[in-house]
């Protein structure tokens, strides 16, 4: 199964990134590009533990939907959301955080698994797995930009 792990620096307090993280008015923001509206579940502020969102954007030339859940919650040290409705056969998204002397350490570890046997693991070497690092990286960017200013205020407060 393919593996995606991407380290963030963020000059900013583990609660704050934490929460940012978890925000879903950041990551409709952090999404602009793809157009990710959530539709069902929690549709803004902060998603908590056995709680679920719907987002729909548009991936790949189709406009797509995609459940996830926060299926474990440690506070603020750790989340993790999986799929539960989509186009993947299996996705799962670890989010770690670590307070360093001078911010915080994110660590974002992406398990998935694409339908379609040997035809889909070709898609996912050849295609997919950078798609879903550089829409990471790009969220990040956000994250890191909002609390490391003034602008998680508009977001947490």
Same mark, same amino acid.
């Given at each position: 199964?393919?593996?995606? =792990? %991407?380290? *963030?620096?963020?000059?900013?307090?583990?609660?704050? %990134?934490?929460?940012?993280?978890? !925000?879903? *008015?950041? =990551?409709?923001? !952090?999404?602009?590009? !793809?157009?990710?509206?959530?539709?069902?579940?929690?549709? #803004? +502020? @902060?998603?908590?533990?056995?709680?679920?969102? *719907? $987002?729909?954007?548009?991936?790949?030339?189709?406009?797509?939907?995609?459940? #996830? /859940?926060?299926? !474990?919650?440690?506070?603020? %040290?750790?989340?993790?959301?999986?799929?539960?409705?989509?186009?993947?056969?299996?996705?799962?998204? &670890? =989010?770690?955080?670590?307070?360093?002397?001078? +911010?915080?350490?994110?660590?974002? @570890?992406?398990?998935?698994? #694409?339908?379609? +046997?040997?035809?889909? /693991?070709?898609?996912?070497?050849?295609?997919?797995?950078?798609?879903?690092?550089?829409?990471? @990286?790009?969220?990040?960017? %956000?994250?890191?930009?909002?609390? &490391? #200013?003034?602008? $998680?205020?508009?977001?947490?407060?």
């Amino acid at each position: 199964m393919p593996t995606i =792990h %991407v380290t *963030t620096l963020i000059k900013a307090p583990v609660q704050r %990134v934490f929460d940012l993280s978890r !925000s879903v *008015t950041l =990551h409709k923001i !952090s999404t602009a590009r !793809s157009n990710e509206k959530a539709i069902a579940g929690v549709l #803004s +502020g @902060l998603i908590e533990v056995n709680e679920t969102v *719907t $987002w729909q954007a548009k991936h790949l030339f189709k406009v797509r939907q995609f459940t #996830s /859940k926060i299926i !474990s919650m440690e506070k603020p %040290v750790s989340f993790t959301d999986e799929m539960i409705q989509g186009d993947f056969k299996q996705f799962k998204h &670890e =989010h770690h955080f670590k307070q360093i002397e001078n +911010g915080t350490i994110m660590i974002d @570890l992406i398990q998935f698994e #694409s339908p379609y +046997g040997a035809i889909g /693991k070709i898609f996912n070497q050849l295609y997919l797995k950078n798609y879903l690092k550089t829409f990471l @990286l790009e969220r990040n960017e %956000v994250i890191k930009e909002y609390a &490391e #200013s003034q602008k $998680w205020k508009a977001i947490l407060t």
